[in-house]
Nanobody, 124 residues
Framework: QVQLVESGGGLVQAGGSLRLSCAAS????????MGWFRQAPGKEREFVAA????????SYKASVKGRFTISRANAKNTVSLQMNSLKPEDTAVYFC?????????????????WGQGTQVTVSS
């Protein structure tokens, strides 16, 4: 498994941007499909975006498509989530997740490693 540490969360006004980063330990990062999930208070954790281990495929939650972009840099063991045109409903704790040699999965069960999360708050 890999160890994951997220960074980049914060408070931003509606319409603003944030870039989340996730740093992974280990030498096999390029074999992991990476995902971003989020969890708002009182709600279940939900899928946001994912990128395949090769970087050739991506998937997005419908409500963030066109606003969020997931990318990875295997040489740096990092995955990022660029979030633009943020809305108050994007407010949540955002988690980075890793799944070893799996297809992109929009459910949390496909990922065996999780970070501690980073808070994103979007004010109206």
């Amino acid at each position: 498994q890999v160890q994951l540490v997220e960074s980049g969360g914060g408070l931003v006004q509606a319409g603003g941007s944030l870039r989340l980063s996730c740093a992974a330990s280990g030498r096999t990062f390029s074999s992991y499909t990476m995902g971003w999930f989020r969890q708002a208070p009182g709600k279940e954790r939900e899928f946001v975006a994912a990128i395949s281990w090769s970087g050739g495929s991506t998937s997005y939650k419908a409500s963030v498509k066109g606003r969020f972009t997931i990318s990875r840099a295997n040489a740096k063991n990092t995955v990022s989530l660029q979030m633009n045109s943020l809305k108050p409903e994007d407010t949540a704790v955002y988690f980075c997740a890793a799944g070893y040699r799996v297809q992109i999965d929009t459910g949390p069960s496909g990922y065996g490693s999780w970070g501690q999360g980073t808070q994103v708050t979007v004010s109206s």
